[in-house]
């Protein structure tokens, strides 16, 4: 049997799964919508890098990144839960170990981390706003009937972008609008767009900081390549966009738990196997009546047993699992 | 009369025992939950920002609870602290609440005004001695205090039973909050050293240091900074707070202070910027000097001090090469969005700490 370590970064718009070998070549990757169902999709995450491993490889460790990690680490039997920001970065390293900035779009938030000399020195996420996010592209894709898929493709076909405001989402719908019944061509107004979001998200998140290349560009958001032409236009540089750009997080985890699990002599994984794609998880939730707070707490069984609770802020729940 | 006070961290301790000695009777507003948070952002201006609406709404839960009157302090310089007291005021009387506002201007500006206003508090007869002796008790209480919290945070980031230290804490709370007198309030405390001395700890843990500076609000109260200070402690790092009340009321009531942090901040920014914005740089270089790992900056949202502190940073972190995060806070209780960002940041401090020693992403910690 080989050895494999799994990584799975559970986010609010995708859940990715990597699985690596001892050489730290990818075996298998598998990115799937979250959809509103985390443990779900973890599931059928499980079964099908299951199904792409085939026979033959043994995982020897398991880490969990992404907003909904303590939750995958509980599901699956994690050994590592890390941050998605170490573990983007990690990744970036991996792939491109002279990096200096890293950009990363992804559904709900956007980063961006500077490194020097492979060392990550400083880092911001955007805290309040959604306006250079994933979500919100694809929000406008489809109101404007176009695959999100296609939204690139048509960027680059534009002619004259137009100018989108880009500081808020709010403002930039209604400005797309207004172009929009004004007569403007579609390509003009996504390429407008791609070039609002760059410039809110450089001068948002990355205000303040010195941003050197090379320039790594990753995420699901960089499949895009109306955002891809945004960023060398700003930037004058081509960002590199590494071939696993979509499972970053997934792989710098993966990465993570590797060397964790070969610096421990006599480590023995928690994972609980890729059976757990079968056991019934049942998550519940309750308003705790403890105190005013009335925090909601929230309840995860696996096959009828409590295995955790959280939510809580005083501990009186979660100190149980 | 009954009298409630703003809420803010464990000085609540003080103020009960410093009214009900006056001769009042000290409503204790609930400590901060969602309610009062409702009860806040339902009642004051959207754009407030969030030490406001929680005061707000801690007013509100205070007068369910049957106050009649609001002892609090002033501000000066542009910050909206220096509002917060007549607007309060005006919110609470269209809604048809009519309180008496006390408000403590810093004495050292207008001692006129300060003893006007602090007159109302005290009985009309009430003699000297007798006044410094009630005084001088909720000062030491309130050194107390401060001195076994200071002594928590010490102990807390080489707990070996997680949760433990904060239990302890708690316990010590009640046994001073329980002492009336000098001698009282000192076993108190001696008793509360031995008890968070019996912890058990790992002696040997190495520790990163990093210093939690910002707006006074944010920094003391835990419910709405999401108690970063214990979240740090608990990822392994000492955590020091740049406010703590004695502090505060040494430094700007009792005499002209904070000298050294702003001697610190002077070689960029010399203004008073309102609030705690230039405390904010001060502090950060102080924290260099003292061979701090990292500064955890905290903010309202919106807070023009802190934002003009922000913009400043980036030079200071820079120039004495010290790594700062800055997290505002408003009204969002998840948790999640800062530990991300709190994990993120240690990691970072590790990765800067043992850069000489060669040991890239070896600081990851098993689940």
């Given amino acids: 049997m080989e050895a494999g370590y799994l990584g799975i970064d559970v986010g609010s718009v995708s859940t990715n799964l990597v699985v690596i070998g001892p050489g730290t070549e990818v075996l298998a990757s598998v990115y799937i919508r979250t959809q509103g169902d985390p443990i779900g999709a973890i599931q059928r995450g499980l079964k099908m890098v299951a199904e792409e491993l085939g026979d033959g490889i043994e995982i020897k460790a398991v880490g969990t990144t992404g907003s909904a990690r303590h939750l995958a680490g509980v599901v699956v039997g994690a050994d590592l839960v890390k941050n998605e920001i170490t573990a983007h970065a990690v990744a970036s390293i991996h792939s491109v170990p002279e990096v200096k900035t890293i950009f990363e779009i992804g559904g709900q938030d956007s980063k961006i981390i500077i490194l020097r000399d492979g060392i990550v020195t400083d880092f911001a996420m955007n805290t309040v706003c959604a306006a250079g996010t994933g979500s919100f592209l694809e929000h406008q894709a489809s109101r404007l009937g176009i695959p999100i898929e296609k939204f690139g493709e048509l960027a680059l076909a534009a002619k004259n972008p137009v100018r989108i405001a880009g500081r808020c989402t709010v403002f930039a719908e209604s400005d797309m609008i207004h172009k929009q019944q004004t007569g403007h061509r579609v390509e003009d107004i996504i390429a407008g767009l791609c070039e609002a979001l760059v410039r809110n998200y450089l001068n948002n998140v990355g205000k303040g900081k010195e941003l050197l290349p090379p320039y790594v560009f990753q995420g699901g958001v960089a499949a895009n390549t109306g955002i891809r032409a945004a960023f060398a236009k700003f930037l004058g540089f081509e960002p590199i966009i590494p071939q696993h750009y979509k499972v970053m997080g997934a792989l710098g985890v993966a990465l993570l738990v590797k060397e964790e699990a070969e610096r421990r002599p006599g480590f023995v994984t928690a994972f609980r196997g890729f059976a757990a794609s079968e056991l019934r998880y049942q998550v519940g939730s309750f308003e705790c009546e403890g105190c005013p707070n009335r925090c909601e707490v929230v309840n995860l069984r696996m096959e009828g047993k409590n295995l955790a609770y959280w939510g809580d802020r005083c501990g009186k729940w979660s100190n149980l699992s | ?367």
């Fill in chain 2, 1 to 367: 009369m009954r009298i409630t006070f703003p809420y803010m961290g464990h000085s609540h301790w003080v103020f009960r025992q410093l009214l009900s000695e006056l001769g009042h009777e000290p409503i204790v507003p609930p400590r901060p939950t969602k309610r009062t948070l409702d009860y806040g952002t339902r009642y004051a201006p959207e754009f407030a920002c969030i030490p406001f609406k929680v005061l707000l709404g801690s007013y509100l839960e205070a007068i369910e609870l049957g106050a009649e009157a609001v002892v609090t302090t002033g501000g000066v310089g542009p910050c909206r602290a220096g509002y917060y007291a007549p607007l309060h005021q005006r919110i609470l009387a269209d809604l048809g609440y009519d309180l008496d506002f006390i408000v403590l201007e810093p004495p050292l500006r207008n001692l006129k005004d300060f003893y006007r206003q602090l007159r109302k508090l005290f009985p009309p007869r009430i003699g000297i001695g007798k006044l410094l002796g009630i005084l001088s008790r909720a000062w030491v209480k309130l050194n107390a205090i401060d001195y076994l919290e200071r002594l928590s945070h010490q102990i807390r980031p080489r707990e070996l039973e997680p949760g433990r230290t904060t239990k302890v804490f708690e316990q010590c709370l009640e046994l001073l909050g329980a002492a009336t007198t000098v001698s009282e309030m000192k076993a108190a405390r001696e008793e509360g050293r031995r008890l968070l001395a019996e912890i058990p700890v790992d002696r040997e843990k190495e520790l990163l240091k990093i210093g939690i500076i910002g707006e006074i609000y944010v920094v003391l109260e835990p419910f709405i900074n999401h108690n970063v200070q214990i979240l740090l402690e608990e990822m392994g790092v000492l955590a020091d707070r740049s406010i703590y009340l004695a502090d505060w009321v040494r430094g700007n009531a009792l005499i002209p202070g904070e000298k050294d942090i702003k001697r610190a901040a002077r070689p960029y920014l010399k203004e008073l910027v309102g609030g705690h914005g230039l405390n904010s740089i001060g502090e950060t270089v102080l924290y260099a000097r003292r061979g701090f790992d990292g500064v955890v900056q905290l903010a309202p949202f919106a807070c023009i001090p802190e934002i003009v502190a922000k913009s400043i940073i980036p030079a200071v972190s820079s120039i004495l090469d010290i790594p700062v995060l800055t997290l505002f806070l408003d009204e969002q209780t998840g948790v999640a969005g800062i530990k991300t960002r709190l994990e993120a940041f240690v990691d970072l401090l590790w990765q800067k700490k043992r850069k000489g020693a060669g040991a890239q992403w070896k600081q990851v910690t098993l689940a």
